[in-house]
């Protein structure tokens, strides 16, 4: 029972590191702190991989976490990602094929729409600046990671699904 509850929490605590590696300092070019939306990338992941991992309500206090870390506008990401979550779960249903380009190309467009929906909170609401070159950057490293990530929560994936 125990060992079952641990494989359980295994890809929560997964998610976990990721939203405080995501917060730990980068330096690349001349100092500047650049940041991959690592914590986007891994969640996306997982719904796309399985999106039954992660019921809504545990959607909801991850990315409200990951947004108060982040000291941003809170919600935002919760949304993003409970309709990310719903698309998916209405597209299992159908007759889609799953190719590893069609998902990528999806993950590209819906980190354009979240960064473009979150810059345009922050710049509204926000008298902070923003770096477009370090959000231009991460964009960037977050797209090129997307494959390896994809990968390892795929593998991730299929070895805890006889743990369900």
Not at 2 to 17: D, G, Q, R, T
């Amino acid at each position: 029972m125990l060992h079952n509850f641990i494989f359980k929490s295994l890809p929560y605590l997964f998610v976990i590191l990721f939203i405080f590696l995501e917060f730990t300092p980068n330096y690349f070019f001349e100092n500047q702190i650049i940041k991959p939306y690592m914590f986007v990338t891994i969640l996306y992941c997982w719904i796309a991989s399985d999106f039954r991992k992660f019921p809504p309500l545990s959607i909801f206090i991850l990315c409200t976490l990951y947004d108060l870390i982040q000291s941003d506008i809170v919600g935002i990401t919760s949304v993003f990602f409970l309709i990310t979550q719903y698309s998916h779960r209405r597209k299992f249903n159908e007759l889609i094929s799953n190719e590893f380009k069609e998902t990528w190309i999806k993950f590209i467009l819906s980190l354009t729409a979240y960064i473009s929906i979150f810059l345009f909170f922050k710049l509204s609401f926000s008298d902070e600046e923003t770096s477009f070159k370090n959000i231009t950057i991460s964009y960037i490293f977050s797209i090129a990671l997307f494959p390896l990530f994809f990968s390892i929560v795929n593998k991730l994936s299929l070895r805890f699904r006889s743990y369900d």
